[in-house]
């Protein structure tokens, strides 16, 4: 990224710079972001040039000596973009301005939820209300209570179903039709009717209208498909979460030193040039080069690697990374939005802001639904208009296939799948965010793994002994570890975790000392003990040459080799590495079992790392990867045409993962890996990717099937409302057939989605591959209960649905049985 | 009809490109015949200074 490059340029400010944003117009991809920088880069004068996307900004550090603001604007325009109103800030000002925007959309989401919630449960209570009304034999006229619910119906037409208005003509702008172009059709035809009978019933009468209410059937359409819009909504509600947790990494104030004195000062108020000290256990505030003192720096959060990392004057230190040890004293190169954070922040912004929306199953299927269904309608009202008994005629039946066609399970399909997929997952400890995440599933077909925490345990252990001489291995790990009791480094806790899992008897040591960045040194039962480094052994004289192809074979391997003297003299070697989890062959072998192709993805040099993935089982390796090249990594593989998931733990994955077509975090890791991703594994086990991934598509197999569900009756229906059936049987569409197959449809989709809870997760790469017999059964079986289900509803419809009576008994009831058959076999 | 069957690839950042809406913003380029559509300015404009390296069999969208 160009962004990453040009901010990491040495910058030595031989005079003060002035720094400037610029609000720019237009952006759209990064390829806009390397248009204006390289426009700007080109103005003489200009330092740096930073232009996150995300935010519109462009932040330049410029000498006003040669350069006037004129001059910037001129070169942003001259790139083709436009600047807003160009308000000079200090860059510092603008660290917390991408949280702020994050409340922002927090409140505005939190606002959206609550609206969607108050519309569909008083549109479902509407619509209860309705169909109570309508269906219970209260006895009432129909006649008299249709003004009420005229009312209450145009109430959640216009009020709760306001948004499929907007959202349909936004689409017919764009000449297409989606989900709510179906509904918004539908409904309104529904409502319309309904109206036009109830104001008006004498004329309709004598043009020929039935007296038929499909009040209920608007209604509860809208209503069903609101709450499953909240149920996701509602779901999602923390997507912003990523960037407000990378916020939340920052130190609020830093300890400055100005003119000899110290101060804490709140961390924007920090400029170049500061001297800062950090104090152990203190965040470091900004980035800088430390300047004075020592100690051992966790960068974990930041670069994933988990031994922390010895700083010495003229180390490079990172805003946000935890001090361990030692008190130091560092000199700020990097502030506000330049700092190593503040790009994670930016790469995760762009990240997010790149991705091309997934358009959903719901609306594929409603884009090519609705244009069939309207040219349906006219041939209908065409057909009948020319061999029909009257134009009314065709009026009624087109109107009849237009209310009929809108399915109202359709809204269900979706969260009813997710509600149970995601439960179903949560107990297997896997947290799934919204439906996109779910729908997303089904196209992966590339897994990228972080070796770091995830293929491997992400704490080093040890993974081999070498002793030497007449001492045993177990004695070499007891002195060794005897000496480490003091040690806090997490080379030495490795050593010492092992000898207590042995339940080896340690002996008390003296005269403790650590050397930062090489070992310790103690004295254990009167003999002087070292263990540490190759250089700590060299700096005691020690004579390492008879070991040298173990260590350095120790080394090819990934791993770390301690070298253990007693009295000068070499004992042996203590290999210590990350070691890889014991379950990850078995889930790359699972993963590979799904058709899925696996990458390991690590900042260690190819032998290294090639080691790893082979004893992972893992053919396609990315090492040497910096940190902050994953998320280029992952869209490198994207633009192959891969849809790629990407598992990683560290906040250095955040962009990665939020780049990523799905984000997986593992639980053991960072909250802001988690949440930058799609799906968190709780326990950290491996194999639950491969439960997830194969739930997921589960899942989406099931949201299939409900709107298969959600538009097969109707469509079976959309016949009858034709009148097909009218000529032999007298039998067209009327509201017990709508309200019939709108149970009926619910119904489906709702045990549809229940099924899901009798998933269980693959055990092994053969499961994946062979589903058992039970299973496809289990398939069938339900398959038959609702048709037959769908039979007797349906034939319960067609006798009341019954126009004439009596008199026409024989034929109806042929009729019914001729449309159950065909329900029945629409549902094979 | 569905919208998935009328996207266009931006060729200079791999992103999707609604053909429709890029030719009512004027968002797209001719060359050699053919007609390309553009995410946003940038992009066509990077692409009309200079548009043989977007074909490059190596070129690889910078997103």
């Known amino acids: 990224m160009t962004t990453a490059t040009d901010t990491r340029a040495p910058t030595t400010p031989t005079q003060p710079l002035e720094i400037i944003q610029l609000d720019v117009e237009g952006m759209t991809c990064a390829s806009c972001v390397n248009r204006i920088e390289r426009f700007v880069r080109k103005v003489d004068g200009v330092s740096q040039v930073n232009v996150n996307l995300a935010t519109e900004r462009a932040t330049i550090a410029y000498d006003p000596g040669l350069v006037t603001r004129a001059d910037l604007t001129g070169a942003v325009e001259a790139a083709g973009y436009d600047v807003r109103q160009p308000v000079a800030a200090e860059a510092t000002a603008s660290g917390s301005d991408p949280a702020a925007q994050v409340d922002a959309h927090e409140a505005a989401r939190e606002r959206e939820v609550a609206e969607l919630r108050r519309k569909s449960f008083v549109s479902l209570g509407v619509g209860v209300a309705m169909m109570a009304l309508m269906y219970l034999p209260l006895g009432l006229d129909m006649r008299l209570v249709a003004p009420a619910l005229l009312i209450a119906a145009t109430i959640v037409q216009f009020w709760a179903g306001s948004v499929f208005y907007r959202a349909a003509w936004t689409a017919a702008v764009h000449r297409s039709t989606n989900m709510n172009t179906l509904v918004a059709v539908g409904t309104s035809v529904a409502y319309g009717y309904s109206a036009f009978v109830t104001l008006w019933p004498s004329l309709a009468e004598a043009w020929g209208f039935p007296y038929h209410l499909y009040y209920e059937t608007a209604v509860i359409i809208i209503a069903l498909i609101l709450m499953g819009r909240w149920l996701e909504a509602r779901a999602k509600k923390q997507t912003a979460g990523a960037i407000k947790a990378l916020m939340g990494l920052q130190a609020r104030t830093a300890r400055v030193i100005r003119d000899g004195v110290e101060a804490d000062v709140p961390v924007e108020q920090v400029v170049v040039g500061d001297l800062v000290r950090v104090r152990p256990g203190e965040k470091v505030p900004v980035d800088g080069v430390l300047t004075e003192g020592r100690s051992a720096l966790d960068e974990s959060m930041l670069t994933g690697e988990s031994l922390p990392v010895e700083k010495e004057p003229g180390d490079e230190v990172i805003g946000a990374t935890l001090n361990r040890t030692g008190s130091f004293v560092f000199r700020a190169t990097k502030v506000g939005a330049d700092t190593a954070l503040a790009q994670i922040v930016r790469l995760v912004e762009e990240a997010q802001g790149s991705k091309a929306p997934l358009q959903r199953l719901a609306d594929q299927v409603a884009g090519v639904f609705v244009p069939i269904v309207l040219v349906v309608a006219a041939l209908t009202a065409a057909g009948w208009f020319v061999f029909g008994p009257s134009p009314v005629f065709a009026v009624t039946v087109a109107i009849a296939v237009l209310i009929i066609a809108c399915p109202c399970a359709l809204g269900l399909a979706t969260p009813t799948a997710i509600m149970v997929g995601t439960g179903k997952a949560a107990e297997h400890g896997i947290l799934i965010r919204g439906g996109e995440a779910l729908e997303q599933t089904r196209r992966i077909d590339t897994v990228v793994l972080d070796k770091t925490g995830t293929l491997t345990r992400g704490r080093p252990e040890v993974t081999r002994v070498v002793a030497l001489g007449g001492t045993s291995e177990e004695e070499l790990l007891r002195l060794a570890a005897s000496a480490e009791v003091g040690s806090e480094h997490p080379l030495g806790s490795a050593i010492l975790a092992r000898a207590r899992e042995l339940r080896l008897e340690l002996t008390d040591a003296t005269e403790f000392e650590a050397v930062p960045g090489r070992g310790v040194h103690a004295t254990v039962a009167g003999s002087r003990l070292s263990v540490g480094n190759r250089a700590l052994a060299e700096a005691g004289g020690v004579e390492l040459a008879p070991v040298a192809e173990v260590a350095d074979e120790i080394a090819r391997d990934g791993a770390t080799p301690m070298f253990v003297a007693v009295d000068g003299t070499l004992r042996g070697i203590i290999a210590v590495a990350d070691t890889l989890k014991a379950e990850s062959p078995q889930a790359v072998a699972e993963l590979e079992a799904l058709g899925l192709e696996v990458w390991m993805l690590t900042g260690d040099h190819a032998l290294t790392a090639e080691a790893i993935a082979r004893r992972a089982g893992i053919g396609h390796v990315l090492a040497e990867v910096q940190p902050d090249e994953k998320a280029a990594k992952v869209r490198e593989l994207q633009s192959q045409g891969k849809v790629v998931a990407m598992v990683g733990d560290g906040i250095n994955d955040a962009p990665a993962l939020a780049q990523s077509d799905l984000g997986v975090a593992i639980g053991t890791g960072t909250d802001v890996a988690m949440a930058a991703s799609d799906i968190t594994l709780i326990g950290g086990d491996l194999r639950t990717i491969v439960t997830a991934i194969a739930l997921s598509r589960k899942t989406v197999g099931v949201i299939k099937q409900g709107l298969f569900w959600a538009f097969g009756y109707n469509v079976v229906l959309i016949p009858v409302a034709m009148g097909l059936l009218y000529p032999f049987f007298g039998i067209l569409l009327n509201p017990v057939i709508a309200a019939a197959a709108m149970a009926m449809s619910s119904v489906s989709v709702v045990t549809n989605a229940l099924r899901l809870r009798s998933f269980r997760a693959p055990e092994s790469p053969d499961q994946i591959l062979h589903p058992p017999l039970m299973e496809r059964v289990r398939e069938y079986g339900y398959l038959v209960a609702i048709a037959l289900v769908a039979v007797v509803i349906g034939g319960a419809a067609l006798y009341f649905a019954n126009p004439a009576g009596s008199d026409e008994m024989p034929m109806s009831d042929r009729g019914a049985s001729t449309v159950v058959a065909r329900v029945d076999q629409a549902d094979r | ?63």
């Open chain 2, 1 to 63: 009809m569905a919208q998935t069957q009328m996207m266009a690839t931006d060729p200079v950042c791999g992103m999707h490109v609604d053909p429709q809406q890029a030719t009512e913003k004027g968002l797209t380029a001719e060359y050699n015949g053919e007609t390309y559509y553009f995410c946003g300015k940038g992009c066509m404009l990077d692409f009309k200074e200079n548009p043989e390296p977007y074909f490059a069999p190596d070129y690889k969208p910078s997103m």
